[in-house]
């Protein structure tokens, strides 16, 4: 069965620092990864993806997430934080078929 | 501009009462999806719909309906059934075919609390 788990439900950076949100995953076939982020009463709005194209994805707004099967994680980064960047911000794994299985999410806070 | 609309944003309900949250989707996907939101659980999945006249259970079907009679609409009503509707509902919808282009995408949501 395939499982996400995002380490830390809140996470805090000042800004202009880096921001590290971990996610791991369980798939027993090739999974397709996704990071979606959420704003305050919002829907989700996909951030990147990764479909085995590359390791490395980049995606909108400054984020970039790596793809290691041997760690099986798909953490996802940005050198810089904004204060905008302040939202929630959801891994989601997908094993293949129409069924997305997404984490508990991670709220980042951004400290002026 | 495509897109998904939700409605009401916001919804009150008595004990007791069925409601109808409303989806619909102008991006001409075939699937669409409903997913109940709940702080520190992440999004757990209620129905989906591949195609029209056609739906399944997800994860938390009880208590809640479907119905997928038109390709652009995918209402949710929540039954009186529900022991605990008070949540945020997220309607989704996406293409066919491969995962690594049936990117989902996502309506506002409604948040709905029992009185």
């Known amino acids: 069965a395939q499982s996400v788990t995002q380490l830390g439900s809140h996470v805090s950076v000042s800004e202009g620092a880096l921001v590290l949100l971990r996610c791991n995953y369980s798939s027993s076939v090739p999974p397709y990864l996704f990071w979606y982020v959420q704003y305050p009463n919002q829907g989700l709005q996909l951030l990147l993806k990764y479909t085995s194209a590359a390791t490395l994805v980049k995606g909108i707004n400054g984020f970039e997430a790596e793809f290691k099967k041997s760690e099986t994680s798909f953490h996802l980064t940005k050198p810089s934080a904004h204060m905008s960047d302040a939202a929630e911000y959801f891994c989601?794994?997908?094993?293949?078929?129409?069924?997305?299985?997404f984490g508990t999410g991670t709220r980042l806070k951004v400290l002026a | 501009d495509g897109g998904i609309t939700q409605s009401p944003k916001y919804l009150f309900r008595k004990e007791g009462q069925n409601v109808t949250l409303s989806c619909e989707q102008n991006?001409?996907?075939?699937?669409m999806y409903w997913y109940r939101q709940d702080p520190g659980q992440g999004l757990r999945l209620i129905y989906y719909s591949q195609i029209v006249n056609d739906f399944q259970k997800g994860d938390i079907a009880e208590g809640y309906s479907v119905s997928r009679e038109k390709k652009e609409s995918f209402p949710l009503t929540v039954t009186s059934a529900q022991k605990n509707p008070t949540a945020f509902y997220l309607c989704?919808?996406?293409?066919?075919?491969?995962?690594?282009?049936?990117?989902?995408?996502f309506g506002p949501g409604t948040r709905l609390t029992v009185l």
């Open positions: 989601a794994v997908s094993p293949g078929t129409y069924k997305y299985i």
């Open positions: 991006l001409n996907h075939d699937a």
């Open positions: 989704a919808s996406s293409t066919q075919g491969s995962p690594a282009y049936n990117e989902q995408f």
